[in-house]
């Protein structure tokens, strides 16, 4: 019989084992990079040969890029409209859907499902949608009979109003892609919202219906209360997410149409620099300040919701 | 009627009154809405099934074209076939795309029952009504003349477009590149997480508390601000190189924060007692970690099998940028380069598209609640 400790010993020798493969994964192709993208931004890579020390001349050359201050900009833009459409649908949907009691497992399921569609597919598909003579809201508009005020009012100075050019439209371009992204992702936050409201006792209601009030100080004063902790990490990871925007507009736009490059986003720029023009450091350098804004709001989110503390009350 | 949990209408409220309309108002907006995801679908199936002339009109129902008859080779031909050459107003190539013959515009014959054919030349006498339209020839039954005008009808299924597609794509290849991918993601996914994580819950081994924090870490560091690093990484270890450069695919993948995450939060649960009896009865770790530990776990195995299917087979920037050579490449970056080569037909692309979703939808039908919780879980941790 082997002694304690000599089973202990071996206990943590397997243990050691057992995670081996996931150390060496991480260390390879997690912490290796991880640590390389703080070092590669101040470097002048080079395939062949060591790299040169560059200090910050690559920060100070993206910097002075006029596409950089254009690619942030339109970062925002993107996720202030993302934000705009894409935060209170999904707690719409999931609101309502929970209070349907046949065929809500048909809701969830329909709306659910663009989430599991690949991307690729999904933007050629609305390529197609967005087509300007065939494509379906195009079709829709003209056929309600749209077409010809928006005709009219292309010859006034309202002619930006007119949504027609969808992907082709400097204007139109961006709102199309957001379109496009919260139709594809919302449901999977509805989900989340869902699950929170599956979590609320229906006794607070009863009480609450007991003592007079109406549905929609039920709605204010129970249920939005209630899906607060869940709206504050959602925000973040929207804002996390929406900064991250890269294959709408590399799939459909490629950051045009035109030389104002509406569309290109930061990400789009940091693949330019790395795939189009092989400047890898230039890359990594602005892929390190998009890094530093990422944490900036992932800490201003902590410091927030730590102030705000009960939250809740807010509503 | 107590098993329904109580949400913010009350049953009467349900029932009665103005909050009953409202209700009835944003369930009928609800299932309305539902038409947002569904059509879109319904649409791609149908327009990927469309004849090329048709394309443009709505996908469901097809658009009659006008064809004018422009050649009558043969014609002393005097009997009930005759071969004719006719010009519609769409000048693509319909080879292989079905029509039918509805009825004569311009003369006063009645042709009820011709037929469009190309290889029914040899046979003309067949009484096929829906026949393949090669080029602009037909095989028209009734008389005719230069002239004559009258309307085809596409129809609306053209399996056709499917083949051109499955041949164009090399559908075949490419997929299989996908589920060979799939399948060596799934097959790491499963031993390098879940080993680690059990490891981290009942084999803790010095150091073990920094090496989890490291884990826990990594989920902080969104995947793009890496990718150029881990782009270098993958190629300068030459992981680009042998086949095709698949396992610049898979190797990056196989740590998962999260997957261990939630792994290792399920071998949390397991109560001690049932682990160390194992041990007791002479189970080596690894079988207890086989034996007891892996059945249990069959509810967040199932999640994470369906998540990694689904993530690999949907995949698409970072196979594109290390798989160096087109025949090792998966059906997405397939895809996107099947429509960029400019190439393809309209029709043909979007049968494509169709048949690249079907693997999704099918995962999502059959393991929802897995997808479900999944996407609940990846919120809460998040």
């Known amino acids: 019989v082997p002694s304690k400790s000599t089973a202990i010993h071996r206990r943590q020798r397997t243990g050691l084992l057992f995670a081996a493969p996931a150390i060496a994964l991480f260390l390879v192709f997690a912490a290796w990079p991880i640590a390389r993208s703080f070092i590669l931004g101040f470097q002048e890579y080079r395939v062949v040969g060591d790299s040169d020390w560059a200090g910050i001349d690559n920060f100070a050359s993206v910097v002075g890029d006029p596409f950089f201050a254009r690619a942030w900009w339109n970062t925002a833009y993107f996720a202030f409209l993302a934000l705009l459409l894409g935060f209170p649908v999904p707690i719409a949907l999931a609101i309502t859907i929970n209070e349907v009691r046949r065929g809500q497992a048909f809701l969830r399921l329909a709306y659910f499902l663009p989430v599991v569609l690949p991307i690729v597919v999904v933007a050629l598909l609305w390529e197609r949608f967005y087509d300007v003579d065939d494509g379906i809201f195009n079709v829709a508009i003209n056929g309600i009979g749209l077409g010809g005020i928006l005709d009219r009012l292309g010859e006034t100075s309202l002619a930006a109003v007119d949504p027609r050019g969808w992907i082709n439209d400097k204007n139109w371009a961006m709102p199309s892609l957001v379109f496009m992204a919260t139709w594809k992702g919302a449901g999977a936050t509805m989900l989340i919202y869902l699950a929170a409201l599956q979590s609320l006792s229906g006794e607070l209601y009863e009480a609450a219906e007991i003592d007079g009030a109406s549905v929609f100080q039920r709605l204010r004063r129970i249920t939005l209360p209630h899906l607060v902790p869940t709206m504050q990490i959602i925000l973040v990871l929207q804002l996390l997410g929406t900064l991250q925007v890269f294959l709408e507009p590399f799939l459909m736009t490629r950051g045009g149409p035109g030389d104002t490059q509406p569309t290109l986003t930061v990400l789009l720029l940091i693949y330019r620099y790395a795939f189009n023009d092989w400047n890898l450091s230039w890359a990594a350098a602005v892929g390190f300040i998009l890094f530093l804004a990422l944490v900036t709001v992932a800490l201003i989110q902590r410091l927030l919701s730590r102030q705000l503390g009960g939250a809740g009350s807010a509503f | 009627m107590a098993s329904i949990a109580r949400t913010l209408l009350g049953d009467h409220e349900r029932r009665f009154g103005f909050s009953a309309w409202l209700h009835r108002l944003v369930i009928g907006a609800l299932f309305l809405g539902t038409l947002s995801t569904l059509y879109p679908l319904l649409w791609l199936v149908g ?210 924060a999260f997957f261990l995450i939630l792994f290792k939060g399920f071998f949390d649960g397991l109560p001690r007692d049932l682990i160390d009896a194992a041990r007791i009865d002479g189970a080596g770790e690894l079988q207890t970690f086989w034996r007891v530990a892996v059945p249990l776990a069959k509810p967040i195995f199932g999640v994470i099998v369906v998540f990694s299917l689904l993530a690999t087979w949907n995949d698409f920037l970072w196979p594109y940028l290390v798989i160096g050579r087109a025949e090792g490449e998966p059906l997405m970056v397939r895809l996107y380069n099947y429509e960029l080569t400019g190439t393809a037909t309209a029709e043909s692309i979007l049968a494509a598209l169709a048949l690249a979703m079907l693997p999704p939808i099918a995962l999502f039908l059959l393991f929802q609640r897995q997808i479900a919780a999944g996407f609940t879980l990846s919120g809460i941790k998040g």
């Open chain 2, 47 to 256: 327009s990927a099934m469309k004849s090329p002339d048709d394309y443009h009109g709505h996908p469901l129902w097809p658009t009659p074209l006008n064809a004018r008859v422009v050649a009558v080779p043969h014609a002393d031909n005097t009997g009930p076939g005759r071969i004719v050459r006719v010009e519609t107003a769409s000048p693509e190539n319909k080879t292989g795309h079905i029509y039918t013959l509805t009825f004569v515009a311009s003369n006063e014959i009645e042709v009820r029952d011709a037929t469009i054919g190309a290889i029914a030349l040899a046979e003309p006498h067949t009484e096929d009504r829906d026949l393949t339209f090669d080029g602009l020839t037909l095989l028209l039954r009734g008389r005719f003349d230069t002239g004559d005008t009258f309307t085809i009808e596409p129809r609306l299924w053209q399996v056709q477009n499917l083949a051109e597609a499955w041949a164009g794509v090399n559908f075949v290849r490419h997929s299989m590149n996908s589920f060979i991918l799939m399948a060596a993601t799934l097959v790491l996914h499963l031993l390098v997480n879940a080993l680690a994580a059990y490891a981290l819950s009942w084999l803790r081994f010095p150091g073990a508390r920094l090496v989890g924090f490291a884990f826990l870490m990594t989920l902080m560091v969104p995947w793009y601000a890496i990718f150029i690093p881990l782009y270098l990484t993958v190629t300068e270890l030459g992981l680009t190189v042998p086949f095709y450069g698949w396992p610049a695919v898979v190797l990056p993948a196989a740590f998962n």
